[in-house]
């Protein structure tokens, strides 16, 4: 089945750009996700690309994907205390187009 | 508030006993996930519904497990006979798959099973 890696951890001052990493084994997704975790609470969908991309911009977020390498980022600008959370990468795959989840990474932005 | 709703928030229940979790998906959403999500790991896909129609269940959804989407709105996930190793959030999600949308998840804020 398919593979979704991601760091663990990851820390910045506000202000400083974060970059949250993710890599896979599965090429065929259709599109792939970055959603958001708070504590205590559901998923929030942040962005979104479609495969045949290789960056997308939404305000301060910026996905980069490279099907070559298999690896999928999240370059969050400015980044804010209220960006302190957990974020997950997702592939869409199967014919169900449920969603295959990386492990997440924990932000922690300092001030 | 439109979006998709769980019930309860949070379970304590005995090892052994039976529990049952229900979710609203947003109204005319075709599509209704289950997922499992541990301390520490992201969601794992538990099964789903196309309409009333439960089209696929993962290897993880155990014997013990059921789900239910009786008139393809809400959904009911129940579990017999609980053991500690499910102690879990359980979240729903749902989708509307079709021509011109992407059919992105839009996900509930999870119940919250503890098994003592």
């Known amino acids: 089945g398919e593979d979704v890696e991601q760091s663990l951890f990851l820390s910045v001052r506000e202000g400083d750009s974060s970059v949250i990493n993710c890599t896979y084994t599965d090429s065929s997704s259709t599109y792939l996700y970055w959603y958001k975790q708070e504590p205590g609470a559901g998923l929030q969908l942040l962005t979104y690309i479609f495969s045949n991309m290789d960056m997308k911009q939404d305000q301060r977020l910026t996905v980069l994907l490279n099907k070559k390498d298999k690896h999928l980022s999240l370059r969050i600008a400015d980044t804010q205390t209220g960006d302190s959370a957990i974020y997950f990468c997702a592939l869409q795959t199967g014919s169900a187009r449920q969603l295959t989840f990386g492990s997440g990474t924990q932000l922690t932005v300092l001030p | 508030d439109t979006g998709v709703s769980q019930d309860p928030r949070h379970k304590i229940t005995k090892r052994g006993q039976n529990v049952t979790f229900r979710c609203d998906p947003i109204?005319?959403?075709?599509?209704l996930y289950w997922y499992r999500q541990t301390l520490g790991q992201g969601p794992e896909f538990l099964t789903y519904f196309q309409n009333e129609a439960q089209l696929e269940k993962s290897r993880l959804l155990s014997d013990r497990f059921s789900a239910e989407r009786p008139k393809g709105s809400f959904s009911t996930l129940e579990i017999q006979r609980t053991e500690q190793g499910d102690s879990a959030m359980y979240l729903c999600?749902?989708?509307?798959?079709?021509?011109?949308?992407?059919?992105?998840?839009?996900f509930g804020e999870g119940s919250r099973l503890t098994v003592l």
């Open positions: 109204s005319e959403h075709n599509r």
């Open positions: 999600a749902s989708s509307l798959v079709g021509q011109g949308n992407t059919g992105e998840l839009f």
